[in-house]
């Protein structure tokens, strides 16, 4: 397992600060309210920032932490072996912390204009049957988003320098599929600082519940099925982008004048 630190723990607070405070700010700017609320609302826009953001801060931090930024993936590569038991709860704090930053973060420049949103807040719509079609909706998006960055980043046969792409284009996808339906979240950290800042908590267990069985499946997928003879859990997991080795300076032929 590889050894993580001071640096990652900061790499996933400052990413899940970053990753919250523009996905409720596009909530808040672009997501209309109301009885028809859905129908006013450009969920291609929200998915697509949703999208080109992941991407950075996996490009941004994804060789200091693997690029987590959400308890459902550190809880795969707990369950996968992939990451030290003490290291996945502090990465889970540090994400919770960093959500909550960034939600206040949003709520101090868009005051006026997050309370309708309650400042990018996650709910299930009434276009559900109820919480249990909720948690659904957030299971299996989950399970996509999950199973995705699994086998980008950890298995042998993916092309890493995809990886950040596949899994911010998958995020956006499933934001635009999602987010009318429960918000989108897909991530309890995501849902946790909003629904604490906003205080509009959403039904609270279909963003627990959701995140937790969608990553289980992910994670049982990638080791039973996709990577069934791969590597040993006390393997390293492969970086995002495999770091170019340093070339030694070349020596000058010359001889001494």
């Known amino acids: 397992?590889?050894?993580?630190?001071?640096?990652?723990?900061?790499a996933e607070l400052i990413g899940t600060l970053l990753l919250v405070f523009f996905i409720t700010s596009v909530v808040?700017?672009?997501?209309?309210?109301?009885?028809?609320?859905q129908f006013g609302t450009d969920f291609a826009v929200i998915g697509l920032v949703h999208a080109f953001l992941l991407f950075g801060l996996i490009v941004m931090f994804g060789v200091v932490s693997g690029g987590h930024f959400n308890p459902a993936v550190?809880?795969?590569?707990?369950?996968?072996?992939?990451?030290?038991?003490?290291?996945?709860v502090i990465y889970m704090l540090a994400q919770l912390i960093g959500a909550v930053a960034g939600a206040y973060l949003t709520k101090l420049l868009l005051h006026d204009e997050g309370l309708a949103t309650n400042y990018g807040a996650a709910h299930v719509s009434g276009l559900l049957a109820g919480n249990f079609a909720g948690m659904v909706?957030?299971?299996?998006?989950?399970?996509?988003?999950?199973?995705?960055?699994?086998?980008a980043v950890y298995s042998e046969k993916s092309f890493k320098e995809w990886a950040p792409l596949a899994i911010g284009t998958t995020l956006g996808f499933i934001v635009m599929v999602g987010g009318p339906l429960t918000g989108g979240s897909f991530n309890p950290a995501r849902w946790f600082g909003p629904a604490l800042?906003?205080?509009?908590?959403?039904?609270?267990?279909?963003?627990l519940l959701g995140p937790i069985v969608g990553s289980g499946l992910a994670a049982a997928v990638y080791r039973f099925v996709l990577e069934p003879g791969g590597l040993p859990p006390t393997e390293p997991p492969e970086h995002v982008r495999p770091p170019v080795p340093k070339r030694a300076t070349p020596t000058s032929d010359k001889p001494a004048s």
């Open 1 to 10: 397992m590889q050894e993580r630190g001071l640096a990652a723990y900061l």
């Open 28 to 37: 808040v700017l672009y997501v209309s309210t109301g009885g028809q609320a």
């Open 74 to 88: 550190t809880l795969a590569a707990l369950a996968i072996r992939r990451i030290k038991p003490l290291d996945g």
């Open 137 to 151: 909706v957030e299971a299996i998006g989950t399970f996509a988003l999950v199973l995705v960055i699994l086998t």
């Open 197 to 207: 800042v906003g205080s509009e908590w959403g039904g609270v267990w279909p963003y």
